[in-house]
């Protein structure tokens, strides 16, 4: 069955320390790849995504991700986190074509220290 | 641009009682769908609409209906509240149903059923 996976429940860095916020996934063909942010009290905003190319894709907010097909993964990273990267982090898969298939991750929640 | 609108964002229900969360959007956007996110379960597709008059179900849509009489608005209704529907509602529209299309987010309405 198709599944995402984000291993870390919660996250704790701080300020200025760089950011790994994993996220596996199993899917039969080449999946649409989303990284989502969730801030306190708001909704989800896209951070990146991927669906074909460079497997190094660039978001909004100085965050990356990179896709591995061998190893199933699709891993958020930023070099330096910033208070206000604390936040809920989701990972979603997509299928093309099909839109309401969005397989969603429990979350990451990252909390950043002063 | 005011992009997906939710009203209420907060609300309070007794048993039995029924209610219409309400969502708009000023995008033009095609799709629409209602999720609930509940801790530990990450978000649920409840239904989803791919275009005026056209709705279908999503993965929990028993107790809830839906109906898309315009392209901007796309309210759940709540026919006999329960304490199992509480929970935060997001509302969320894209302007296709074709994988990888980006999805933007209300903000969100936290309901509780006493």
């Known amino acids: 069955a198709q599944s995402v996976t984000q291993p870390d429940i919660h996250i704790t860095v701080s300020e200025g320390a760089s950011l790994e916020l994993r996220c596996n996934y199993s899917?039969?063909?080449?999946?649409?790849l989303f990284w989502y942010v969730q801030s306190p009290g708001q909704g989800l905003q896209l951070l990146l995504k991927y669906f074909s190319g460079d497997t190094l894709v660039q978001g909004i907010k100085g965050f990356e991700a990179e896709f591995k097909r061998s190893q199933s993964s699709f891993n958020l990273r930023k070099p330096s986190v910033h208070w206000s990267d604390a936040a809920e982090y989701f990972c979603?898969?997509?299928?093309?074509?099909?839109?309401?298939?969005?397989?969603w991750g429990l979350g990451t929640s990252l909390a950043v220290n002063p | 641009n005011a992009g997906v609108t939710q009203t209420p964002k907060f609300q309070v229900l007794k048993t039995g009682q029924s209610m219409t969360l309400q969502c708009a959007q000023d995008?033009?956007?095609?799709?629409m769908s209602w999720y609930r996110q509940d801790p530990g379960m990450g978000l649920r597709l409840i239904h989803y609409?791919?275009?005026?008059?056209?709705?279908d179900q999503g993965e929990v849509p028993n107790g809830y209906n839906v109906s898309r009489s315009t392209t901007e608005d796309f309210p759940l209704r709540l026919l006999s509240a329960a304490p199992s529907q509480t929970s935060v509602y997001f509302c969320?529209?894209?302007?296709?149903?074709?994988?990888?299309?980006?999805?933007?987010f209300g903000q969100g309405t936290r309901l509780t059923v006493v």
């Open positions: 969320a529209s894209s302007y296709s149903n074709q994988g990888g299309t980006e999805a933007f």
């Open positions: 609409s791919v275009g005026a008059g056209i709705t």
């Open positions: 995008m033009n956007h095609e799709y």
């Open positions: 899917y039969g063909a080449t999946p649409y």
């Open positions: 979603a898969v997509g299928e093309a074509g099909n839109n309401r298939k969005l397989i």
